[in-house]
């Protein structure tokens, strides 16, 4: 079993059998299936995956310091804006 649930601390007792039921029916495959096979590791390259990365890395730079200015100067009094 991947997960327990205690359904009796739930007050929510009849979504929580139901979830209980789902959880162990779908904890097992389907009788003849494969397992999943990819044919990478990863799905993009070493350089693809490094532009990403930097990319992803300004992005929140400059996220950060867009909120940090807006939060700054909504801090300032009117007669300083």
Request: charged share 20%; hydrophobic share 35%; with cysteine.
């Amino acid at each position: 079993m991947i997960a327990s649930f205690d359904c009796n601390l739930n007050h929510f007792t009849k979504p929580c059998r139901r979830t209980e039921g789902l959880v162990e029916e779908l904890s097992e495959p389907p009788a003849g299936s494969k397992p999943l096979d990819f044919p990478n590791r990863y799905s993009r390259n070493y350089m693809q995956q490094f532009r990403i990365c930097l990319w992803k890395n300004s992005a929140v730079y400059w996220w950060v310091l867009f909120q940090y200015a807006v939060s700054a100067s909504a801090q300032r009094p009117l007669a300083e804006r």
